[in-house]
């Protein structure tokens, strides 16, 4: 085989897989934008997705800053070295780092150091598989951390909050699923999509869950038992009116895909992976005697451009149900905290001024140290950029969408206190101890629109500084001048969390699918 060609084969694949929406997952999207009711808050951020997807493909960049873990599924005939394709995959890996189309995502998990190149112990993730087809089946799939977080695996018999008890059987497999989309709440990007894995042991059980997300979205499972859970997963689902990014809303699951294996006596696994809206995943009928790609994957049917999305900027700030508030709330950094207090659940704010970034690593660094800037009064941005230098040194944001911001819970509220910030933006809510912070100390949570990378990296008008490199540039504080950042706001300094509501209402919604249907 010609090593080049392939390594280049595996570079364009990478490259579109992180920028270019598969065709599939395009028209699930598009689905749930027309099921949407108008003007609520999930169609608006439906919206806003669509406006990413088309601003990622335009501009050939990440739709999403978390580039994930990439990981490679690779069907060879017998006679191909997968020890030289190995060698050609890390060096595209690399190469489509260097070049903005990755996130430098693989770190150390002790001393937390960035490799910079995505290569490391571990990473990327290379599975092959020798078949007797006599071309090489080349997938990729990129799933980013706040999603794969809301994995979850269950060993039955169990008992379910708002289900009761789930048994070793169908029906009880059914409430599991049930449940692994009711925790995920809006944390992992919905409108998700999930993967079941029934049977085997703790690792293979997740292994043949994240299989199904290698299948096509409008496929149609060959079992019979299996087809009609799906079926009933994609029917009810959506009840439990969770909605896009959790804003409570008539889409909350775009598929669901169920494979079953065999187990042993003791064990009965259900394993759910989660995967967000941004479901990148592509692959590539490759000839073992050139490298070259002979054919694209997921690529049938019609694509969606989302061509016709309107500003989203705008759709946003219409994503308010409450008649009382038209018009976004401008605010420019620093802010005092009688605006913030002016400030309530529903509320569209249009941030312009300087927004810091600060996510696992800051966090848990300013607990015990003194920020490297003046905080009071201003903005932290839950965010793992991806950057790019230019050869005057300068940094350019190429993807800057929000992190999940449940996992600063256990500091967020101690350091708004300890250094006067006054507003966190981030994705999937907090928690308690952050809303006894907001209201006593006057803050808010602004929610942004998980995977909007490019949506938002569009606001971020300069980078005018960065402290604590030493983290990477994911955990790094980069100093952003921003313009009308969007955000809505579901946390406020009166002791209301869109969240919890949301989390209330949809576990009332998950116990009415308690009796048995299986
Ligand atoms: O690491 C990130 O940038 C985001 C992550 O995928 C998340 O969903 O929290
Ligand atoms: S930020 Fe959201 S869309 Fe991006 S990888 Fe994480 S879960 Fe997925």
Redesign the pocket.
Known sequence: MNIEKFQDSMYKLIVETSTNLPKDVRRAILAAKERENEGTRSAMSLATIAKNIRMADENVSPI???T?LPTFKIKVPVTANQIEMKKAIYSAISLATKDGKL?PNSVDSLSGENSGDNLGAGTPVIKFEQWENDYIDARLILK????E?KNIQYSLPCELEGLGRAGRDLDGIRKCVLHSVYQAQGQ??SAGFIGVGIGGDRSSGYELAKEQLFRSVDDINPHEDLRKLEDYIMDNANELGIGTMGFGGETTLLGCKVGVMNRIPASFFVSVAYN?WAFRRLGVKISPETGEVMDWLYQEGEKISFEEAQPARAEIAAAVEAPSVQEAITLTTPITEEQIRQLKVGDVVKITGMMYTG?DAIHKYLTDNDAPVDLNGQVIYH??PVMLKDDEGQYHVKAA????SI?EEPYQGDIMKKFGIRAVIG??GMGAKTLAALQEHGGVYLNAI?GAAQYYADCIKGVEGVDLMNFGI?EAMWHLKVQDFTAVVTMDSHGNSLHRDVEMTSLEKLSTFKDRVF
Request: aromatic content about 0%; proline content about 8%; hydrophobic content about 0%.
């Open positions: 999403c800053q978390d994930g996130r980013g951390g706040g999603c977080n992992g990007c967000c996510r965010c793992g969408g929000p992190t999940t996992r994705k999937g998980g994911p």
